[in-house]
């Protein structure tokens, strides 16, 4: 099948710089320097992992340019010459790994994208109008640069090529995507200025080329320098295409930059689902940006973006000529092999990214290292990446069959271990199964899939039907006893009436155990409870979502919901497709449920002209339902494990099972215990 992926394999040239194929990790900030900039040991880890795995070009995460420009608390600096012997750690680590590989530096400057607390300073931008994060964390009104300013900053772009060239970095990209300080000039919406940095086209893109010329004076002709853009912003009163078109020309004409790197989206809520898409997003949707940039220049390699994870998919992109070099971003924190996997037409074994942004976005929003939920070795490469033989070959059973379950059969057995996994059912999966059956969820099933297509390759015995119990599970006496049953939905005994027939739970109505009519009303703010809701309304059934929580952040009632979610750019695609299908009774509590209905109060108002709730008047109201699906508690499920301690020489809980969590902590317990039995 992979004889068909021809082109992706092809070397490519940025300059004079050869790159093994067309493969392209971009920049993507992992959390993982230190807070004084510095590179990690995790971070060298991480990023060696990679160049390992074949890719063409490794461009690590954003690299602040000077104090005042950071976006984040544990970003890499380049804008300290004492920071240049940290990244040569890097860079050598990474070309000792991968002497073909090249790995670039993305410079940054944030603008008004960030804080006070961040940087220590007050935001810099071109004009003074407050950022757009839609978590609402970005208040500060930045002060608007003077043009004295605005040349050191270029002055300091090119001091951080400089660095970055003396670290060893093969390349540096100048991130101008994004809206980020440069694309806060490109935009009319950010620049609001009358001087030669504000006003027409050419004043807004002026900075941009001068940071280019600057960069270019600093490094040399031969040195590769790429430059990213968006190729629409996405935003009511940002660029679009046809802008884009003219700024690419200008980067063009100016003969500075060896390729455009093409992404979109600023930091609005629409945007940062362009800027990373979650599962919901169309798989190569920014594909269209690509072949417009391009069409608009005549020699610059184009890079383009946008959940592309299918190598056959990359290869389409490039056979229709709308890039030069696919970026498959998360597709490689997910599977860093997969480059060495295409050129050995392994497709099959090719771990899927699913979009979820668990691992990736959900905690580099929160400042959190980055890890992936299929691949817990993301960020743990130091002390994961090489698997170690066990001192003693152990009989392991694994009881139950989800992800958690799968992951640490797979992993004990590559170690060598003798592995029976046990499922109840008659399919593997587990809740994965349910979390799949959601409109635009179907992703998960591409893990389930994989870690299916693993299993018999790495010796694990599956016995399908096979419930466990204490007896079973004696008589199989086992020397490790791994527990991934899960967790099931439990209805809270406080709710009053919780024990009407038309009471029941997500689970089993996903799994068509609970028939349901066609008034249905949920109770619960996590996203299985959205994602359930919005597939029963895809059955043409009048969906009723009901919240008491009572908060303002994105100024939005809807905002209660799916608070497990920390990635806005998930839970903003998630809302917006709900939204035109679900009546969402926010500031209503559950009184009680009846036969036929439930009885709702009101906790609150929101207030007509502000954003604001107010206590307003309390009322209590009937609604006419046919079923109530309540999704609040988890109970892990360990029955069947009754009698075992002291009886089987090593037991591990695993996953919900141990404590009920979300599916990336519940693979990372997998990757832990399989690794340390
Ligand atoms: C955790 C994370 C951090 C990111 N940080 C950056 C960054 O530092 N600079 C940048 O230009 N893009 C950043 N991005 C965007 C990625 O470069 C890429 O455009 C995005 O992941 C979409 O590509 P994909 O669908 O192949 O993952 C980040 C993405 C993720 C997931
Ligand atoms: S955490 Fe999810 S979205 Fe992020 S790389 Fe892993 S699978 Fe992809």
């Known amino acids: 099948m992979s004889e068909e992926i021809f082109l992706l394999k092809q070397p490519g040239k940025i300059n004079n710089m050869v790159t093994r194929n067309r493969i392209v990790m971009s920049s993507a900030i992992t959390n993982m320097a230190a807070p004084d900039g510095s590179v990690t040991e995790q971070m060298i880890a991480y990023y060696t992992e990679r160049g390992r795995g074949g890719a063409g070009i490794v461009n690590t995460g954003y690299s602040f340019i000077c104090q005042r420009g950071r976006a984040g608390k544990y970003q890499m600096s380049t804008a300290d010459d004492r920071n240049i012997p940290s990244m040569r750690r890097l860079t050598d680590a990474f070309h000792q790994a991968a002497p073909e590989g090249k790995i670039g530096a993305q410079l940054c400057h944030a ?8 940087t220590g300073y007050q935001p810099e931008a071109p004009s003074p109008i407050v950022g757009t994060l839609p978590t609402g964390y970005i208040k500060d009104v930045p002060e608007e640069m003077s043009v004295k300013r605005i040349h050191e900053v270029i002055d300091e772009f090119a001091e951080a090529a400089r660095r970055s060239k003396e670290a060893g970095f093969d390349l540096v990209e100048i991130h101008a995507a994004h809206g980020y300080l440069l694309g806060q000039f490109l935009s009319p919406f950010s620049n609001q200025r009358n001087d030669q940095y504000g006003g027409s086209f050419e004043n807004r893109t002026r900075i941009v080329l001068e940071v280019l010329e600057a960069v270019r004076a600093k490094v040399g002709p031969d040195y ?32 500075f930059a060896d390729y455009i790197s093409v992404s979109a989206g600023l930091h609005s809520p629409e945007g940062v689902a362009a800027m990373v898409a979650p599962m919901a997003m169309p798989m190569g949707f920014l594909e269209h940006l690509g072949a417009g940039i391009r069409s608009a220049v005549k020699n610059t390699p184009i890079f383009i973006v946008g959940r592309i994870k299918d190598p056959l998919h990359a290869e389409g992109i490039l056979q229709r000529g709308s890039a030069d070099f696919c970026i498959m971003t998360r597709a490689l924190m997910a599977d860093p092999d997969l480059p060495n996997k295409v050129m050995q037409n392994r497709l099959e074994d090719i771990r899927p990214c699913i979009a979820c942004m668990q691992g990736c976005t959900d905690r580099t929003w929160s400042q959190l290292d980055l890890t992936c939920l299929v691949n817990p070795v993301a960020g743990r490469e130091r002390f994961w990446a ?63 899939r994989w870690l299916i297509t693993q299993l018999p390759k790495v010796g694990v015995r599956v016995s399908l039907n096979q419930p466990a119990s204490s007896e079973a599970v004696r008589q199989f006496a086992p020397d490790v006893l791994i527990a991934a049953t899960g967790a099931f939905p439990e209805i809270p005994k406080h709710l009053n009436g919780y024990s009407r027939p038309i009471v029941s739970n997500v689970y089993d109505t996903l799994s068509g155990k609970t028939q349901t009519g066609h008034r249905v009303l949920l109770v619960g703010n996590d996203t299985q409870t959205i994602e359930c809701a919005e597939w029963l309304a895809d059955q043409d059934k009048k969906v009723y979502l009901i919240s008491g929580a009572q908060t303002q952040a994105w100024e939005d009632p809807w905002s209660a919901i799916a608070q497990d979610k920390n990635s806005f750019t998930g839970r903003y695609v998630l809302m917006s497709f ?52 309540v999704h609040l508690r988890m109970q892990p499920v360990r029955e069947w494990m009754h009698g075992l301690e002291g009886v089987i020489p090593s037991i591990h809980l695993i996953g919900d099972c141990l404590e009920p969590r979300k599916a990336l902590d519940a693979m990372a317990d997998a990757g832990r215990v399989s690794r340390e039995i």
């Open 224 to 255: 590769p320098v790429g430059i990213r853009i968006n190729g629409d912003d996405l935003m009511d009163g940002g660029y679009t295409l046809e802008d884009y078109q003219k700024v690419a020309q200008s980067i063009e004409d100016c003969h």
């Open 578 to 629: 709900a939204r035109d299908k679900i009546e969402f009774l926010p500031f209503q509590m559950l009184k009680s449920i009846e036969e036929n209905g439930v009885v709702i109060s009101k906790t609150g108002e929101q207030h007509p002209c502000t954003t604001s709730v107010r206590i307003g008047e309390l009322e209590d109201k009937f609604l006419e339902v046919d079923n109530v699906i």
């Open 111 to 118: 603008g008004r994208q960030t804080t006070r607390d961040t």
């Open 386 to 448: 090489k698997l170690t033989p066990p001192p003693r070959k152990k009989r392991v059973l694994v009881v139950g069959g989800g992800p958690a379950g799968m992951e640490a059969a797979r992993i004990a057995a590559l170690r060598g271990h003798e592995v029976t996994l046990w499922e109840k059912s008659d399919r593997l999966g587990g809740a994965a199964l349910l979390a799949a059956l959601p409109p635009r969820r179907e992703e998960f099933g591409d893990f389930i």
